[in-house]
């Protein structure tokens, strides 16, 4: 048994991209020294397309289902879409500050109010937040989808 489908899969890799997207586009543009710009695109792909994304993702598998589906059925579904998110773009963050951008690491120091911490301790905590923050990201926006998709037995 696997603990996550193709579907998960899929989606979760979309939304990485979309992650990957956003830190190229703060190096483009110059605009790399804090996560707190209120960049257009800082707004469009870190929010905006997360949702849509999942809402996508748990209409597919309402589609995979035929078309009925539970509100369980389509909250396990962006649950599971979004933890894989999560544990995705802790590497992704990872990488951005070991290999393309460690100076943007002092704005998180002190967005996290970790002064005296070791790059590593701060890297780690970020890593971890970054998968909670995708679950209860998550849990809001499959709520309000799987509310809008389930579709009991056709009568």
């Given at each position: 048994?696997?603990?996550?489908?193709?579907?998960?899969?899929?989606?979760?890799?979309?939304?990485?991209?979309?992650?990957?997207?956003?830190?190229?586009?703060?190096?483009?543009?110059g605009?790399?020294q804090?996560?707190?710009?209120?960049?257009?695109?800082?707004v469009?792909?870190?929010?905006?397309?997360?949702?849509?994304?999942?809402f996508?993702?748990?209409?597919?598998?309402?589609?995979?289902?035929?078309?009925?589906?539970?509100?369980?059925?389509?909250?396990?579904?962006?649950?599971?879409?979004?933890?894989?998110?999560?544990?995705?773009?802790?590497?992704?963050?990872?990488?951005?500050?070991?290999?393309?951008?460690?100076?943007?690491?002092?704005?998180?120091?002190?967005?996290?109010?970790?002064?005296?911490?070791s790059?590593?301790?701060?890297?780690?905590?970020?890593?971890?937040?970054?998968?909670?923050?995708?679950?209860?990201?998550?849990?809001?926006?499959?709520?309000?989808?799987?509310?809008?998709?389930?579709?009991?037995?056709?009568?």
């Open positions: 048994m696997t603990i996550f489908s193709r579907n998960h899969w899929n989606y979760a890799l979309i939304l990485s991209c979309f992650t990957i997207a956003c830190l190229v586009l703060m190096e483009t543009s605009n790399n804090s996560f707190n710009s209120g960049a257009w695109y800082q469009l792909f870190m929010t905006i397309a997360p949702a849509v994304v999942l996508l993702g748990i209409r597919t598998k309402r589609a995979i289902l035929d078309g009925v589906m539970s509100f369980k059925q389509g909250f396990r579904e962006g649950m599971m879409i979004s933890l894989l998110f999560g544990i995705i773009s802790a590497f992704v963050f990872l990488a951005y500050y070991k290999w393309f951008n460690s100076g943007i690491l002092e704005s998180v120091r002190i967005a996290y109010r970790m002064q005296s911490a790059e590593t301790k701060l890297i780690l905590t970020d890593m971890g937040l970054q998968v909670v923050f995708a679950v209860v990201f998550g849990a809001i926006v499959s709520s309000v989808s799987s509310f809008i998709l389930k579709r009991s037995k056709k009568q």
